[in-house]
């Protein structure tokens, strides 16, 4: 028991590295969070230095949640709930993390972070590595396609729900992968309120082709 709350701390700790803020003080010597929505993840990143930027802070946030994999494998290898617990705990330490409190205006304390998309992703490739390999490719097409980061974030809880839904079905993955799936939805979803609101009002940052047609619209 105490090797599994030790795991769940070192993951929540593995995700609370902030390495979007870390990534754009070294590139720019900018605060993320004064930039744009002030998130840690890889999309604000590249908002705020550039393209090899946000890719860079994309792929560390991958490996946050892929490394809580190993940690499970060095404490509790058959463990299933401790491995999905664990991908769970490190995208709350990236939406929430420890390293990025700071006092509210009117009293009080929050943590700072990211959107979680990025580390879930990490996360479903800790619990079976192949679904990296087909959320990567669709989450890219929705990123290009539809033209929404925040739209993107929930699309990868949404592919890893339904990978693990169907590997469950045919036998090949425990139920529990499942529950990955579906948690992390949730958690994505409240980190992202604010943006489900600006699309609902159609003021949601665009990107991808989205982006680019908005842009010729405007400039003719």
Request: glycine share 14%; no cysteine; hydrophobic share 50%.
């Amino acid at each position: 028991m105490l090797n599994s709350i030790i795991a769940l701390i070192i993951s929540y700790l593995l995700g609370a590295i902030p390495f979007g803020l870390i990534i754009v003080k070294v590139f720019t010597g900018k605060d993320i969070r004064a930039v744009a929505s002030g998130r840690t993840g890889g999309t604000n990143a590249m908002r705020a230095a550039g393209l090899w930027a946000g890719i860079l802070t994309g792929a560390l946030d991958i490996l946050k949640g892929v490394a809580t994999g190993w940690v499970t494998g060095w404490v509790a290898p058959e463990n299933i709930w401790l491995r999905v617990a664990a991908a769970i705990f490190a995208i709350i330490g990236h939406n929430y993390s420890i390293f990025l409190i700071e006092k509210r205006e009117k009293g009080g304390f929050r943590l700072r972070g990211g959107a979680g998309g990025a580390t879930a992703l990490g996360g479903a490739i800790a619990l079976w590595p192949e679904s990296g390999l087909i959320i990567l490719p669709l989450g890219f097409l929705v990123y290009i396609l539809v033209g929404y980061a925040s739209i993107t974030t929930i699309s990868v809880a949404v592919f890893a729900t339904l990978i693990f839904a169907v590997r469950t079905f045919l036998g090949s993955s425990p139920w529990q992968y499942i529950l990955y799936g579906i948690v992390t939805y949730g958690i994505v979803i409240i980190a992202l309120k604010p943006n489900l609101q600006r699309l609902k009002e159609g003021t949601e940052r665009a990107v991808g082709l989205r982006a680019k047609l908005q842009k010729q619209g405007s400039n003719r």
